[in-house]
Structure formats: structure tokens, C-alpha cells
């Protein structure tokens, strides 16, 4: 089994602040990765996606991919409540999509 | 454009009962995935089909669930008989092979319990 690794929080971080979330993953043929966001009783929506190693940047989030330390993270700057959620880290898999547990984000006023 | 759609939304049965789950995908996707979500799993993969053809069923718990896609706009996951186990929450989603990178759109998802 492919595993992916995140850590399951609670992770809490003031409005304004930067939250970073991180993952790790087994299998180094993976090539894509992503980040999804699930709000409590909603379905997951897919918010970033990397497949080079490096940053990428899309409006407050930014995510980075080390490939050769297989880790993903996601850095969300001027964090705020509403961006109070779990976030699943996905590593594609041929076609299909491994997911982590999940980190819950808590952004307090 | 109506995203991923799943019914029904909330489905409560009892235990020994034939459950069945549907989904209809974005039209024009030619993937499309059966998911379960538990607090202790996590985001499960059950199932995927490519142009209504299951490609990997590797991840279907046990012989009491199967899943059929008999044409593009429609999918059922069935379980026979049910078990208290079996409660979760269980999502469709669909994507297109020419939306590089598998980029996934999730249907609302079917909160099942069974008593």
C-alpha cells in the first residue's frame, strides 16, 4: 500500500498569520501531486495542484514539491477563518488519487 | 453546468439490507471513481471506471460490494447485504483524461448509516 503522511492536527494559527500544512509520500514514481480542501459535511475541492519540483504560487496559497525528499507542502498566507477546514494531500496513482487522512486548520479571529 | 451528481444524499438501513448508491458524472468525463471516507481510513478509492470499463477494483472491501457503470451518465455502487461497518460517507467523482494531471470534481457524497 502507497502510503501518504500527514499530520492530523488539530493545527491552529491566528487570522493573518501563514498556516503550513505538510505531507509525505512512499511511492517516488509519483509524478502529481494535490491539495484538497473538505469543509466539515461538504465534499473535497481541489484548491492547488504541483508537478515540478519547486514552488507554486496561486493567490494566497503556495505550494511546494521536494521530490527528492518526497514531501508536499502547502503554505496559506493572511490566513483566514474561513479558510478554517481539512486539507488532503493526493498523490496520483496512474489515473486514480491516493489521499492522506487529512489536516484539520483552525484560524481564530 | 451541474457538477458531480449522487443520490441519495442520506441513506439509513438496516443491517442485512441491499443498499445501492448512484452517480451521474460530468458530462464529457471519461473517468470516473467510487470513493468511501471513514474518520479512521480516511479517503478510501473503491473503484474507477474509464469509458464505463472498471479499471481498478482493488480497493472494493469484500465481495457484498460491487459497482456497475452501464453507460456514461450513470453508475451505481451496491452493497448486499449491508453492515453496520459500512457506514461511511461515499463519494463520486469524475474527471477527463484531457484535463491533464486527473484533476477529480467530487459529487456531494451519500452519508450511509446501517443499524
Known amino acids: 500500500q502507497k502510503e501518504v503522511e500527514q499530520n492530523s492536527g488539530p493545527l491552529s494559527v491566528p487570522e493573518g498569520a501563514i498556516a503550513s500544512l505538510n505531507c509525505t509520500y512512499s511511492d517516488r514514481v509519483s509524478q502529481s501531486f494535490f491539495w484538497y480542501r473538505q469543509y466539515s459535511g461538504k465534499s473535497p475541492e481541489l484548491i492547488m495542484s504541483i508537478y515540478s519540483n519547486g514552488d507554486k504560487e496561486d493567490g494566497r496559497f503556495t505550494a511546494q514539491l521536494n521530490k527528492a525528499s518526497q514531501y508536499v507542502s502547502l503554505l496559506i498566507r493572511d490566513s483566514q477563518p474561513s479558510d478554517s477546514a481539512t486539507y488532503l494531500c493526493?498523490?496520483?496513482?496512474?489515473?486514480?488519487?491516493?489521499f492522506g487522512k487529512g489536516t484539520s486548520l483552525l484560524v481564530t479571529p | 453546468d451541474a457538477g458531480v451528481i449522487q443520490s441519495p444524499r442520506h441513506e439509513v438501513t438496516e443491517m442485512g439490507q441491499e443498499v445501492t448508491l448512484r452517480c451521474k458524472p460530468i458530462s464529457g468525463h471519461d473517468y470516473l471513481f467510487w470513493y468511501r471516507q471513514t474518520m479512521m481510513r480516511g479517503l478510501e478509492l473503491l473503484i474507477y471506471f474509464n469509458n464505463n470499463v472498471p479499471i481498478d477494483d482493488s480497493g472494493m472491501p469484500e465481495d457484498r460490494f460491487s459497482a456497475k457503470m452501464p453507460n456514461a451518465s450513470f453508475s451505481t455502487l451496491k452493497i448486499q447485504p449491508s453492515e453496520p461497518r459500512d457506514s461511511a460517507v461515499y463519494f463520486c467523482?469524475?474527471?477527463?483524461?484531457?484535463?491533464?494531471?486527473?484533476?477529480?470534481?467530487f459529487g456531494p457524497g451519500t452519508r450511509l448509516t446501517v443499524l
Open positions: 467523482a469524475s474527471s477527463n483524461e484531457q484535463g491533464a494531471y486527473n484533476e477529480q470534481f
Open positions: 493526493a498523490v496520483r496513482v496512474v489515473y486514480a488519487l491516493n
